[in-house]
């Protein structure tokens, strides 16, 4: 984009999307779009689409309401500095691609789903070192990774031109989240796509214990043969107690019940049973009440430690323990004991308050003086934290924020990040073609939005939202009847603005 343009008008349909749509490199925060089918401005939440049964919903009401979604693209000021490489091309446009950098393996579907969008995608298997990231993320406006892959303040502050972090995992602990916000850099991540997963696992371990299958497969595998019955156990008729009935634990409670278990569970929320289940009012009514006991809270300061050994003591005698949730909630050393006194009959663990940084041998004293103990023990299922970990669950994470990166990247849309507050605005629409839609992220300080507004009061604001998490605060505002030869000086007015983080114009 050498000079002043015309401002598109719309013969770009939503069911024809365009082959190429200018993008910028942002090394000092306009914006990067990419040519992707708008109906993702109409999708419902992320989270909800990517739910059993709500991709397909998803799709078809993306489809639907595509008709009437107008592409938006990129401004891009004549002043842009010429990406690195760009400057031997025959157009030195000051363009390019929105690269896309993805490491530790992400699931391939996301990745061509991300090159669907016309994003120029690189996809390591490995994770990259601090020094690594330095030397080749500046080169990138957005970076997929998974938990080993730190993102640590020196790794933002060398690229100026990164917007955007998925995580296409459940935590983001790898991720400055807070120095990310600073630096306008939004961070999204997929906290509830493996629900299903851990929830079948359970159901697993509940027969898996009750039935002792794992120390009958052990003494096979020696060559023992001892066929028993005593201490082995149907499941019907037997009640599971849920610790925490999110979306977890309320979908083992449907499972639960159609093998015909009783089913009870504590939250600290009052929430509405599915089936038959029945809310309890405290810890150790449902402690003294369960056959089965199965942890599903986030970990937090009030559930840390809160499975000890009064917890298991108040738990009937021959009862099952699991905790899939987190390794810090439960003290192992009382899980231990009570294992080993015969007060529990059973349990599984997929989950240690210290867990080895990588696979192959370290399931060791070093994690803790209680795991050589957890060890020799029969009738105890431990699993390498694998509880969300299936092929559907990575495909799940992978379209769930896959999807959100080009949500936020093509519209604006913050709604899921962790880091941010979350925003969104209803699609400009085929029928506005002189829209603009301006995305401002800035210092949450007074007196922002009366800078704005009297920057964009030349025009109809068609409709703004904004919003604030701590010091960060982000603004959408669609406006209408602007000219292209306006657009720059929209930009360098908001972008000059005393609390300007970044400032991206989409039209
Ligand atoms: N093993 C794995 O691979 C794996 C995979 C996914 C999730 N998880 C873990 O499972 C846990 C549950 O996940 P989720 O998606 O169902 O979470 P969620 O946020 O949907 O639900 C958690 C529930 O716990 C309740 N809660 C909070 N504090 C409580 C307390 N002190 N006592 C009782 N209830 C309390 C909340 O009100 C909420 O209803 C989390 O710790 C998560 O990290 C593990």
């Not at 509880?387 to 519209?411: D, K, M």
């Amino acid at each position: 984009m050498s000079g002043p343009q015309k401002i598109r008008r719309s013969s770009v349909s939503a069911s024809e999307p365009p082959k190429t749509i200018p993008i910028p490199t942002n090394p000092s925060g306009i914006a990067s779009m990419a040519g992707q089918s708008p109906s993702a401005q109409f999708s419902t939440s992320p989270r909800l689409a990517t739910s059993p049964g709500g991709t397909a919903l998803g799709r078809s009401f993306q489809q639907a309401a595509a008709a009437n979604a107008r592409q938006l693209t990129a401004f891009l000021p004549p002043t842009y500095p010429i990406p690195e490489g760009d400057e031997g091309t025959a157009t030195p446009t000051r363009q390019g691609k929105v690269r896309i950098l993805l490491l530790e393996n992400i699931n391939i579907d996301a990745a061509n789903f991300l090159k669907a969008q016309g994003y120029e995608v690189d996809h390591f298997t490995k994770a990259f070192s601090e020094d690594e990231l330095i030397a080749k993320l500046p080169a990138y406006h957005a970076i997929g990774i998974r938990s080993k892959t730190k993102i640590t303040p020196k790794v933002i502050d060398a690229c100026p031109q990164l917007l955007v972090i998925g995580c296409f995992c459940i935590g983001t602990n790898q991720v400055d989240l807070q120095h990310a916000a600073r630096h306008g850099i939004a961070v999204f991540n997929s906290p509830f796509s493996n629900s299903r997963s851990v929830a079948e696992l359970v159901i697993g371990e509940i027969i898996s214990l009750s039935r002792q299958l794992v120390d009958r497969t052990s003494e096979m595998r020696a060559g023992i043969w001892n066929k028993v019955s005593k201490g082995c156990w149907e499941i019907r008729g037997k009640t599971l107690g849920i610790v925490g009935y999110g979306h977890i634990g309320s979908q083992l409670s449907v499972l639960a019940e159609s093998f015909g278990m009783n089913v009870i569970y504590y939250d600290v929320m009052p929430i509405m049973p599915l089936g038959t289940a029945n809310q309890v009012a405290t810890l150790d009514e449902m402690l003294a009440n369960s056959d089965f006991v199965t942890l599903h809270v986030p970990e937090i300061p009030d559930t840390i430690g809160m499975m000890g050994p009064e917890q298991f003591a108040q738990m009937k005698d021959g009862a099952y323990f699991i905790n899939n949730a987190r390794g810090k909630v439960v003290d192992l050393g009382a899980l231990a004991d009570a294992l080993e006194s015969g007060k529990l009959a059973g349990a599984a663990v997929d989950v240690f308050p210290k867990e080895p940084g990588s696979n192959g041998p370290g399931f060791n004293e070093t994690l803790g003086d209680f795991i050589p103990r957890l060890r020799k023990l029969p009738n105890l299922i431990m699993t390498p934290h694998v509880g969300g970990s299936t092929e559907e669950a990575q495909r799940a994470i992978g379209n769930e924020v896959a999807t959100a990166l080009t949500r936020y990247l093509n519209y604006g849309t913050s709604i899921g990040s962790v880091n941010f507050p979350e925003v969104d605005l209803r699609a400009i629409t085929a029928d506005d073609e002189a829209h603009i839609r301006v995305c401002h992220v800035h210092r949450n300080e007074p007196g922002v939005l009366r800078a704005i507004n009297a920057i964009l009061g030349g025009h109809n604001i068609e409709k703004q939202f904004s919003d604030s998490k701590g010091d960060i605060a982000y603004l959408m505002a669609d406006i209408s009847g602007v000219q292209y030869e306006e657009v720059k000086d929209i930009y360098e007015a908001i972008k000059g603005t005393r609390a300007n983080i970044l400032t991206r114009l989409l039209y």
